[in-house]
Nanobody
Framework: VQLQACGGGLVQAGGYLRLSCAAS????????RGWFRQAPGKQRELVAT???????NYADSVKGRFTISRDSAKKMVYLQMNTLKPEDTATYYC????????????????WGQGTLVTVSS
C-alpha cells in the first residue's frame, strides 16, 4: 500500500484545515486507517483512527475539534481539523494497518510521506 497525504499548510490559531490521504495498491485486509503526528523533538503520536467497521478513536487533545472520515470506494481518508491551536503544529502522517497477505500472522503499518501543519498564534 502506498499512501499520499496532502492538505497541510500554514493557518492561524482558530482556523481549519482538511487533510487528505490517498491509498494505492492493495493488501489482504485493512484493520484501520488513521492519522498520526510528530512535532519537532517529540515522538510520533496518534491523532485519530477509523476501523474497517467505521469505529473511530481520537487523541484526547483533539476530541471535539478533529473529525476523521473515509471514502472506502475512493480509498481516501480525511482529517477535518477545526479550531486549530499552535500545539497542533506538526508533520501529519497517514497510516494504514492491516495484513499484507492471507498468510500474514501479524499486522503491518504503512505510512505516507507526511504533510506539515503549522498553526501560528
Amino acid at each position: 500500500v502506498q499512501l499520499q497525504a496532502c492538505g497541510g499548510g500554514l493557518v492561524q490559531a482558530g482556523g481549519y484545515l482538511r487533510l487528505s490521504c490517498a491509498a494505492s495498491g492493495t493488501i489482504f485486509s485493512i484493520t484501520s486507517r488513521g492519522w498520526f503526528r510528530q512535532a519537532p523533538g517529540k515522538q510520533r503520536e496518534l491523532v485519530a483512527t477509523i476501523t474497517s467497521r467505521g469505529n473511530t478513536n481520537y487523541a484526547d487533545s483533539v476530541k471535539g475539534r478533529f473529525t476523521i472520515s473515509r471514502d472506502s470506494a475512493k480509498k481516501m481518508v480525511y482529517l477535518q481539523m477545526n479550531t486549530l491551536k499552535p500545539e497542533d503544529t506538526a508533520t501529519y502522517y497517514c497510516n494504514t494497518r492491516g495484513r499484507r497477505t492471507g498468510f500474514s500472522t501479524s499486522e503491518s503499518d504503512y505510512w505516507g510521506q507526511g504533510t506539515l501543519v503549522t498553526v501560528s498564534s
